[in-house]
């Protein structure tokens, strides 16, 4: 397993899904899998590209398999959710939750649902963006997600851990910067 090449087939594979070259996304995201060791950001990545592509059954077992590693490590609600929106099963979408939730109204990800009234109430309750008569102005701040340790040599999860509390702590010195805290980001 080498973490910087599934990396780079990993956004090579983001680059053939924005370009709509489908086939060629899924074997990006297929070879990053693989050289992941399984990376729950990457299947989710192949179960929307298998979304997009009218494979729903393997989006389905994609989504599954998520869920259920879900219950024993870190699997984003957000990346989950745009594999439901490209399902267009937008009621599952609306469901799941996520710190990363505050990206639904830029994510190219999201297009296809931001005209949906539950969206701009999902917006709303976020207090993204207020009404119309009241705006919100969001409050500046910023999570650190944790990161992963990708490497074989498990001693090395300090050095992740360790990333992520350097990131928070220089984060924390801005005055006019809410940091969320790691226990926040780690749900």
Do not use: C
């Not at 590693?69 to 929106?85: F, N, P, R």
């Not at 910023?142 to 350097?166: C, H, M, R, W």
Request: cysteine-free; aromatic content about 8%; glycine content about 4%.
């Amino acid at each position: 397993m080498d973490p910087n090449f599934a990396v780079a087939h990993w956004h090579l594979g983001l680059a053939y899904e924005e370009k709509r070259l489908l086939d060629g996304a899924t074997e990006e995201f297929k070879k990053a899998i693989s050289l992941s060791g399984g990376s729950p950001l990457m299947k989710a990545a192949l179960g929307r590209t298998y979304a997009k592509s009218q494979k729903t059954q393997e989006a389905s077992e994609m989504l599954n398999d998520l869920h259920e590693l879900a219950k024993q490590q870190y699997a984003s609600a957000y990346e989950i959710a745009t594999i439901y929106v490209a399902l267009a099963n937008k009621e599952q979408a609306y469901r799941e939750h996520s710190f990363h939730l505050v990206n639904l109204n830029v994510s190219p990800q999201f297009k296809s649902v931001r005209s949906d009234p539950r969206f701009q109430n999902l917006l709303q309750r976020l207090l993204l963006f207020g009404s119309a008569s009241n705006p919100v102005r969001p409050e500046k701040s910023i999570a650190v997600p944790s990161f992963e340790n990708l490497s074989e040599d498990k001693a090395n999860t300090y050095f992740a851990d360790g990333i992520q509390d350097e990131i928070l702590t220089r984060l924390s010195k801005i005055a006019d910067l809410k940091v969320i805290s790691r226990t926040s980001t780690e749900h």
